[in-house]
Every structure is written in C-alpha cells, then in structure tokens.
C-alpha cells in the first residue's frame, strides 16, 4: 500500500508516468535474418503461438526450430514466456531431432524500442545436449515492421550409434520482421 502512494504521489508531481503500450496482436509475422560470421540467412515464420525457424548455413547443413509458446506474464509492453519445441539438424544427408524446453524475458524500454534474452535448452545425457540462447534489441520505426540486430548461439549435438549430428552457430545477427 505504501509503493502505491509513493508511486500516485510521483505520477502527481510530473516526475514519474506510466505509460500504455497495446499488446501486439497480429496473427502472422514473418522475419528474416542474417548472421554476419557466417553469413548463414536464417527465415522465422509465426502464426500465432507457433513459430517455425529455419536457418541455412550452407548447403549440407540445416537447423529447424518448431516451437510451441505461452505467455506467463505480461504487463506494458514486458513479459515472460515459456516454450517447448522440438529442434532438428538436417547435415550431410542425415536428420537429428532433441527437444527443448526455455523462456523468454523482454522489456519495453521505450515506445519504440526492446530489448529481451530467450533461452532454451535440454540434456540427453552422454547421447547429446542442445542449447539456444539468444539476447537483442528490437526497434519498431512503424506499427507493423520492426528491425532487430542481437547475438545467438546454438549448440546441437546427437549422437545416434557411431555418427554424431552436431550443429553450432554463434554469433551477432540483423533482422527485419513485418506482422500482419
């Protein structure tokens, strides 16, 4: 009770506001991204609370990410997500799938502006692990379109009888999204 008329005084003497930012609601969105070490072009399609990640990095080397996700929390343009997916590496003729579990965590932190961290992640023991960890920034110039540039770092690796599957990117991207 105490927070709530510190903060209503605030609001009262100018020096602290609140602002509304309205929750996207876009049912489709479509990104494309590029990461400069490897100049890998990377296609993220959503719909909804599902989205398909596809990235290239050359032509015997593929990463699918189909994720699942839900909103825990959400307040003024901020939040927290859960998700699971399941996450597949297509290399030299051979496809691997694990699955993941992870959250993201992202902030308003001004009206055009983002930042957020997303981590995913699981182990299967001596047989392989992967990992996703993802942190940027997002600039929305227009209601609809949005550039982001961040760091990524996937690490997949699975091991099916003598051949493992391995699949390993790291490093700083560009994007551009448009929701409609």
Known sequence: MRALVIAFALMLTGTAHAQYVPPTTYD????????????????ILRYRNVTLDWIRRDTSENFFKLKLDRQIIALMGSGIDWHVAVNGVACHGSFAAEPSVGFKVYARIRPRLEVAVQFSGMTLGHRGHFTDFESGLKYFPQKNFSLSAGWRRISFKLRRGSEPTSFTLSGPFVGAQYDW
């Open 28 to 43: 489709f969105s479509a990104q494309t991204r590029l990461f400069a070490d490897d100049a890998a072009p990377e296609i």
